[in-house]
Each structure stands twice: as C-alpha cells, then as structure tokens.
Nanobody, 123 residues
C-alpha cells in the first residue's frame, strides 16, 4: 500500500518560515519525481515545485522562486519544502505528490498523493 504522509504545516505570520516534510512508503522512492502542489479555497490545484529522481533538477512556479526550496533524501524516502518569507497569498492546503518517471506540472499525471497539510499565513 502506497502512502505519502505530509507534516509541518501550521499558522505563521507573514515573513516567517515553515518546512514541510513528506515521507513515502510502498514505492521505490528514487524512481519517482516528487512535487508539492497547493490549493487555496475556490482555486485550482497548482504546482509549487518539483524535483527529479536524483534531486539534481528542480523547478518552481514563479511566485515562489527565491523563497521556497524543494529537496529530497532518497535514503529516507522523504521530500521537503522549505518555505521562507511567507506571504498571505501562500495560504493553502499543500499536497505532496509522486509521479513515476519524468516530471510534469499537471496534477492529473501524478500517481500518488498525500492527504494535505494546511499552511496559513497571517498578515
């Protein structure tokens, strides 16, 4: 049984930081592109960042470039999202997702999803 379990969300003031973690089980983690998506109320789910199998390649949506960093530790079957200089518009439920093979920005192409973790940034 495949599981992706996120943690690290919470309430933070604007300008603060949070680090999200995603631990995977039931998959050959190093064979999967990992990504973080987010979904705010009334909005579509959007990709935030993705990282290649080896971690050598990353990609970010424009609104988080320079503030967020995605990383992974294949030995721990874990992916992370370090979020700095948080803004109220970053408020959303954040989801970890895994896609076998190459990356994509389309949520429809991801194979497995976590349950989501709420991030709320107050102004």
């Amino acid at each position: 049984q495949v599981q992706l379990v996120e943690s690290g969300g919470g309430l933070v003031q604007a300008g603060g930081s949070l680090r999200l973690s995603c631990v995977a089980s039931g998959i050959t983690f190093s064979s999967y592109t990992m990504a973080w998506f987010r979904q705010a109320p009334g909005k579509e789910r959007e990709i935030v960042a993705r990282i290649s199998w080896t971690g050598s390649s990353t990609d970010y949506t424009d609104s988080v470039k320079g503030r967020f960093t995605i990383s992974r530790d294949n030995a721990k079957n874990a992916a992370y999202l370090q979020m700095n200089i948080l803004k109220p518009e970053d408020t959303a439920v954040y989801y970890c997702a895994a896609k076998r093979g190459g990356g994509s920005s389309s949520p429809r192409l991801y194979d497995y999803w976590g349950q989501g973790t709420q991030v709320t940034v107050s102004s």
